[in-house]
C-alpha cells in the first residue's frame, strides 16, 4: 500500500499501541509495540470512504483526527476532501467533526502536526481545484465547532508542494522537509517522467520536481525560517516517513 497515514496513539488502554488508518481501505489497524501484534479494530460510527493522502494526527485521550485526503469515485474520477474526522480509539467510534472559519480546500498530500495545546497545523498539500499550495492552516480542536484559521504567509514559507512530510521537534517548533511541486523552487530535482516540455498557447511548460529544503515553523509566532544545516543532507525526496526521537529527526 502506499499514501497511507499512521500515528502513535496516546491515553488509551495500551500505552504501547500504535494505531494506523490505512488508504485505500476503508479500516483502521492496531499495532502493539509490546506484543508485535496487528490487529483489525472493528470501527463504527461514521465511517469514512478509503481514501489516501490524508493526514492523521494524534490528539488527547485516545482521540485521533484525520483530515482530507481523496480517493477514486465510483465512476472513476479522482476526488477530494476536506472533511475533518474523528476517531476515538477507546470506544472506536469514528465521528465527522463540524467546522468554522477558513476551512483549506478539498486536498491530497498536506502535512500536518498537534501540538500541546490541541491545536493542528496542516501545511500545503495539492487540490485540483487550485494545484499545489504552499499555505499554513491551524484547527484548534479545544472548541465546538472547531475552529480553522489561516496564517498569513511569512517569507521563507516552503514552496508549493504536496507529499512534504512534518514533525514537531518541541512544544513551539516544527520541521518540514521534502515534498513534489512546481521545479522553480531552487532546490527542486527533476525526473523524466514528471516533465512537461511542451508548450500550449505560447505558454511556458512547467516543470516539477522534489525538494530538499528544511524549514522551520514557529507555532508561537506562527512564522517561518530556513536554517543553515551542514553535514550529508538527504537527496530531494516525497512522500517519506520523518519522526522526531529525543534530539535528533529521522528521515
Known amino acids: 500500500r502506499t499514501s497511507h497515514s499512521h500515528t502513535n496513539q496516546r491515553g488509551n488502554s495500551s500505552p504501547n499501541q500504535q494505531t494506523l488508518e490505512m488508504g485505500n481501505e476503508q479500516s483502521v489497524i492496531a499495532w502493539d509495540i509490546g506484543s508485535s501484534g496487528w ?24 482521540k ?18 476536506n472533511s475533518v474526522l474523528c476517531f476515538d480509539t477507546k470506544t472506536q467510534l469514528w465521528e465527522s467533526c463540524d467546522f468554522v472559519g477558513d476551512s483549506p480546500l478539498p486536498t491530497t498530500g498536506s502535512a500536518a502536526v498537534m501540538t500541546g495545546s490541541n491545536k493542528i497545523y496542516m501545511f500545503g498539500g495539492l487540490s485540483h481545484q487550485s494545484g499545489w499550495l504552499s499555505n499554513t ?16 504567509l511569512s517569507v521563507n514559507a516552503p514552496s508549493p508542494c504536496d507529499k512534504l ?26 525526473g523524466e517522467e514528471d516533465v512537461m516540455d511542451e508548450t500550449i498557447d505560447d505558454t511556458p511548460a512547467v516543470h516539477f520536481g522534489w525538494m530538499s529544503d528544511v524549514y522551520l515553523f514557529d507555532t508561537a509566532s506562527e512564522t517561518w525560517s530556513k536554517p543553515s544545516v551542514t553535514g550529508s543532507a538527504p537527496s530531494p525526496r516525497a512522500a517519506h516517513t520523518m519522526v522526531c526521537l529525543g534530539d535528533e529527526v529521522f528521515v
Not at 64 to 81: C, E, I, K, V, Y
Open 64 to 81: 485521533m483526527f484525520s483530515l482530507a485526503g481523496g480517493n477514486t469515485s465510483a465512476d472513476g474520477s479522482p476526488q477530494q476532501f
Open 165 to 190: 512530510r512534518a514533525v514537531l521537534i518541541s512544544e513551539t517548533q516544527v520541521v518540514v522537509f521534502g515534498g513534489f511541486g512546481p521545479k522553480d523552487a531552487p532546490d527542486a530535482v527533476v
Open 137 to 152: 492552516r491551524s484547527l484548534d480542536t479545544t472548541v465546538q465547532p472547531l475552529e480553522w484559521e489561516e496564517i498569513p
Open 39 to 62: 490487529e483489525r479494530v472493528d470501527t463504527k460510527g461514521d465511517q469514512p470512504s478509503g481514501r489516501e493522502g490524508m493526514c492523521v494526527v494524534a490528539g488527547e485521550d485516545g
